[in-house]
């Protein structure tokens, strides 16, 4: 995602045009490479009949239309002011409006027993009101063939009105997903929900849940746990997709009208009541479910919302318009008729993104380049191309760069070209190449088909969707004889053989739209007097034979003139006109084959190509100024704090006396991200932004000079939970570099050596696992060190040589009791320049500032409190994680710190990482899950004969100790396990000096039970317990001095089985120790880990039939460390 997207609106199946008002400036996208040629012929179209009339010079206007004066209207900036912004701490969410006085008797009867439904309004207001296809502006139709499928992964949405869903067929017939409903307003819970919503599951759909809102009755907060209690919560295990609020046309009449008797503030209120509750609850914002009429009905077109996915009801062939702040739509519910049960839908991309989707909770919002058909969209004197988002309310946003290299060109066009809903971009160049930009879902574009290869230089272009029945637009020509012709796009690739409509066009410039609103495209031409002219067509490719009404003069003091959709409201046609002062004004089309008022749009706009045509009318003035300010870029110095909140925005605070500066908002659409980092990646002396994705690519947005970011370049993939820090690790490098620490403890450093792409890996440490670092030069030698703080938090220095590799030293401690902070970043010039130090966050949201100078840390500063949920530049959130994994972990005491060296799972260990001090005096080690809440602890044998339990914790560390002896097991042999087979907690069995051998009881998960005798001379045997012959019984294998290990069978009742005692093995004696393990080497499996004197670690398997499998190696430990190995399964 990028920041600062604006939004876009699709073309409709009625109104078809949609050239958008395309800017050309620098842009990070640059030319994409031709994907094929097709070259139309160069030479004049083939002749065809003459028009029924040719161009007429004079006929009477009806009402002409002078270049209107601006003193009438509001004059907007073409690069507006940033919006206010919030406070340095988090704001508390919107509040919902308090219910008015309904009658909730009438109104549940009215819901009755399965209530609403997906689109029931729409589909309510469809068959109550047909409309004409003259004033139609909404690609909405009731029905369409229950045979056809809209492009994307296929899926359906049910409610009590199916309560007999066939899943399986649903599946057969090519269904992944399903939306069910689950609840409405605050009193209805669908009946059949649970048998739906796990129906789907068991035949393979990914499914989530739905909500008909009623947001007259209630808080949206109140609605919104209404929801999560009846079904609607999430969990990324890639099976649930996101809540869904459906929220569109009131279908009761009891509420009010369709808009439930709401203005749009309250409802907006609403909608981000009901959607910030539901991310406090299931830590997802949901996806929203309307129509786009609706939208610009009840919310005023709010762009708000543009964050979060979705869910698009349009009843069509066509996706028509997008509502205001989306680019485009996630899921797009096209049929109510079939072909599947229910309501049918599709899901925008392919089924790994589905899959994606469905496990991560940035919540995949797609966000094309161009995400409006009412963005003005030009490139610049430099060949920068830029969009200026549609606020959709007549004014234009802050501007983005989308691409660079567009010099050469006659005209831009921007239309949906291949019909995927994506906005691509024409480029007619003056060589007489015309190709085609494909726009990515995603941002930035991609090589489209080639529309000729030459010839078309002498040329005129104006696109659109001149024959109303195509699903994809066409090209009409004028060349300079005069011949009008049109192109036909029949596939969404190359263009057909031209075809001559007509002659007569001699000197005109010519503009299509649907002028008089009756469906059909006509075209506007203006002659060299400036007198503009009507040519209504039918649809099928010809002109209406009747009289041409001129529409406006003096339209020759205009140059450029562009066609742009939804600029100014839900549906909206209109022109964008630049004067020869520079001048850029909105004239809005209603439909009736005249002008509305006008609006001035901005100045200083006589330098740029605007998209939708060419530059007309004689010579643009030349050397005028710049229509955006001066040298401005979004982050003025790399000393200032960046931070990213929960809702995508992108602040930024400025900084250089210790303190924080007011937040400034520079982005937005930032979710979905582990970590974003400030630099100047090319040394341009603009500040870039790398940003690292939760599915683990890092992309660079590189700072624009007069402000925003370019569309993002991917660096590297696969970086998903690992930790990333930024700096010249190369002191003689000109740009940063980057060190990665990985999670399995790898860290490795990656080269920049030209501002561009990155090196290969060079190792620096692999011994980093749950270790956070961070780079900054923290002994002012010039030369950029490590900290690490490791999982106890312990801060360790580990300064560089400058040359790329650690100097070869004892490592000085920073500090300790660093675990309480969850974020750490470098702070360069925080507090003046050349200062260093650390920007760290507590637990608690409170941000504090650590001077770090000659390798020491100074006195903290305390600077802002609620930031729990801001991701902060630097830095990576920290998440203390569970001390140990499974009870498969092999853990060791070595200097006195216990590491845990994790279970890969394979029959190997993880990088180790330290869980504990002070365990100098553990005799022996055991990890095992006392308590049986599922989470592993440390039973520990003191030396002083002490026996206790130390209980893991979720978030990390251990509790207790729990104190099962305080003396008496000095002495004492001991394994543990589930030796009875009745009990629910592992209990010990073991052998003292007199080598009686004695289990005691684990009851309760706490204390321990009496010993119980279970036998007699077992001393000096070496024991183990697990379930050798694997009848469910847990047994003791014992090595005697000469090394044979027989097997002593249990009857899972604390006794053994009364038989001849098998020998399993020999040689056990050249062994340290040896302990029982289960699920070292998978799910399900079981062996004997032994660990020699030099450190080396073999794991045993136990396969079928009771028989060793084939050793293999797992590992290597320190040889001085006391080692206790997982025990018995149980």
Not at 32 to 41: I, K, R, S
Request: hydrophobic share 40%; aromatic share 10%; charged share 10%.
């Amino acid at each position: 995602m990028k920041p600062n997207t604006p939004l876009s609106i699709r073309r409709t199946s009625r109104l078809r045009t949609v050239a958008v008002v395309v800017v050309t400036a620098v842009a990070a996208l640059g030319l994409p490479v031709q994907a094929w040629a097709l070259e139309p012929a160069p030479s004049a179209p083939p002749s065809a009949p003459a028009p029924a009339s040719a161009p007429p010079t004079a006929p009477a206007p009806t009402r002409a239309s002078q270049n209107p004066a601006a003193s009438s209207v509001r004059t907007a900036e073409a690069t507006p002011a940033p919006n206010p912004v919030p406070t340095a701490s988090p704001s508390p969410p919107v509040t919902g409006t308090a219910p008015g006085a309904i009658d909730m008797k009438a109104l549940n009867a009215a819901i009755g027993t399965n209530g609403a439904y997906m689109g029931q309004g729409l589909k309510t207001r469809l068959a109550g009101s047909p409309r004409s296809s003259a004033s139609s502006a909404v690609a909405e139709s009731l029905q369409i063939e229950s045979t056809w499928r809209a492009p994307g992964i296929q899926g359906l949405d049910v409610s009590g009105y199916q309560p007999t869903v066939n899943w399986p067929a649903q599946y057969s017939m090519g269904a992944r997903f399903a939306y069910v409903k689950a609840s409405e307003g605050l009193s209805y819970r669908s009946p059949v929900f649970a048998s739906q919503y796990s129906g789907a599951l068991n035949a393979g759909l990914i499914r989530g849940a739905y909500h008909f809102a009623l947001p007259s009755i209630s808080t949206g907060a109140a609605q919104a746990d209404y929801f999560v209690n009846s079904g609607g919560g999430w969990s990324p295990d890639g099976k649930t997709l996101p809540p869904l609020l459906d929220i569109e046309y009131n279908p009761y009449s009891t509420l009010g009208n369709t808009c439930y008797n709401m203005s749009a503030a309250a409802m907006v209120g609403w909608l981000k009541d009901f959607s910030n509750r539901v991310l406090s609850r299931t830590g997802r914002l949901p996806m929203i479910y309307t129509t786009a009429n609706w939208w610009s009905q009840c919310t005023a077109n709010s762009g708000a919302f543009g964050n979060q996915p979705l869910h698009l009801a349009s009843y069509s062939t066509y996706v028509g318009n997008v509502p205001n702040g989306w680019g485009t739509y996630s899921v797009w519910q096209y049929s109510s008729t079939g072909p599947f049960a229910g309501d049918s839908n599709a899901w925008n991309g392919s089924y790994a993104n589905l899959q994606k989707f469905a496990s991560t909770a940035d919540g995949a919002v797609l966000k094309p380049s161009i995400m409006s058909t009412g963005d003005v969209v030009a490139a610049d004197a430099s060949g920068a191309l830029w969009d200026y988002p549609a606020t959709g309310t007549g004014t234009l946003g802050a501007r983005k760069q989308i691409g660079q290299g567009w010099r050469g060109l006659r005209s831009i066009n921007v239309i949906d070209w291949n019909a995927d809903g994506v906005l691509d971009v024409v480029a007619q160049w003056t060589s007489g190449r015309v190709n085609v930009y494909l726009g990515v879902a995603s941002g930035g574009f991609s090589a489209g088909p080639v529309l000729a290869a030459s010839g078309w230089a002498g040329y005129q272009l104006t696109i659109g969707y001149w024959l109303s029945n195509s699903y994809f637009p066409q090209v009409l020509t004028r060349d300079d004889a005069g011949n009008l012709a049109i192109w036909r796009n029949s596939s969404g690739g190359g263009v057909g053989a031209g075809s001559k409509i007509s002659g007569g066009w001699n000197n005109l410039n010519l503009t299509m739209v649907d002028f008089d609103g009756d469906g059909n495209q006509d075209i506007l031409a203006q002659d060299a007097a400036g007198i503009m002219r009507q040519y209504r067509s039918n649809g099928s490719g010809s002109f209406i034979a009747e009289s041409r009404r001129t529409v406006g003069s003096s339209w020759n003091q205009m140059t450029s003139v562009s066609v742009t959709f939804s600029f100014k409201g839900y549906a909206a046609t209109g022109i964008m006109a630049r004067s020869r002062d520079g001048i850029l004004r909105y004239y809005p089309v209603p439909g009736n084959s005249s002008w509305g008022a006008s609006t001035i749009i901005g100045s200083s706009w006589g330098s740029f190509l605007i998209a939708g045509g060419e530059n007309i009318n004689g010579q643009v003035p030349s050397a005028p100024p710049s229509p955006t300010p001066a040298a401005s870029p979004s982050i003025k110095a790399a000393s200032d704090v960046v931070s990213a909140y929960p809702d995508g925005s992108l602040y930024r605070r400025a900084t250089g006396a210790g303190v924080l500066g007011s937040p400034v908002k520079i982005g937005a659409g930032f979710t979905g991200i582990s970590s974003v980092h400030v630099l100047d990646w090319n040394g341009d002396g603009t500040q870039d932004l790398a940003v690292q994705t939760n599915a683990g690519a890092l992309t660079i947005r590189k700072g624009l000079s007069a402000g925003g970011f370019s569309a993002p370049t991917v660096l590297l993939s696969g970086l998903a939970g690992a930790d990333l820090t930024f700096g010249p690790w190369l002191k003689s490098s000109k740009y940063p570099g980057l060190v990665v620490r990985r999670p399995d403890g790898v860290v490795a450093f990656y080269s920049n050596a030209a501002g561009s792409t990155l090196g290969a890996p060079a190792a620096l440490a692999t011994t980093f696992a749950r270790t956070d670092i961070t780079m900054l030069d923290a002994d002012g030698d010039g030369s950029q060190d490590l900290t690490a703080l490791d999982n106890l938090g312990q801060m360790t220095l580990y300064r560089s040589n400058g040359s790329g590799t650690f100097i070869n030293e004892n490592r000085a401690l920073l500090g300790t009791g660093w675990s309480v902070m969850n974020s750490i970043s470098p702070a360069r010039g925080f507090t003046g320049s050349g200062s260093t130090g650390l920007l760290a966050r507590d637990t608690t949201g409170a941000l504090s500032y650590y001077p770090l100078a000659k390798g020491v840390l100074g006195t903290k500063k305390a600077l802002a409190t609620g930031w729990n949920t801001i991701l902060i530049a630097g830095s990576t959130t920290i998440i203390r994680q569970q001390s140990l994994s499974t009870t498969s972990d092999v853990v060791r005491v070595d200097a006195g710190k216990l590491w845990a060296h994790p279970a890969n799972g394979t029959g190997g260990l993880k990088s180790p990482y330290p869980i504990g001090t002070g365990w100098s005096t553990a005799k022996t080690l055991h990890v095992l899950d006392w308590n049986k809440d599922g989470v592993p602890d440390v039973l520990a044998q003191w030396s002083s004969g002490a026996l206790s339990v130390y209980l893991g914790a979720k978030t990390g560390g251990f509790t207790g100790p729990l104190s099962l002896a305080s003396a008496g097991f000095a002495q004492t042999t001991f394994v543990t396990g589930r030796w009875v087979k009745a009990s629910s907690y592992p209990g010990l069995v073991g052998y003292g000096a007199d080598g009686a051998l004695y289990y005691w009881a684990n009851v309760s998960g706490g204390a321990l039970s009496a010993p119980v005798k279970i036998g007699v001379s077992w001393g000096g045997l070496k024991i183990a317990m697990t379930d050798f012959d694997s009848d469910g019984n847990q047994d003791l294998v014992a090595v005697n001095s000469l090394g044979a290990m027989r097997l002593y069978r249990s009857n899972g009742q604390s006794g053994f089985i009364s038989e001849t005692r098998t020998t399993i093995g020999s040689s056990w004696q050249y062994f340290k120790q040896f302990s029982s393990t289960s699920g070292f080497a998978g799910a399900g499996s079981k062996g004997v880990m032994a660990l020699l004197s030099n450190g080396q670690l073999s794991y045993y398997p136990i396969v079928a039939g009771s028989r060793w499998g084939t050793r293999t190696t797992a590992g290597t430990l320190p040889s001085s460390s006391v080692v206790s190995m997982a025990t018995s399964a149980y």
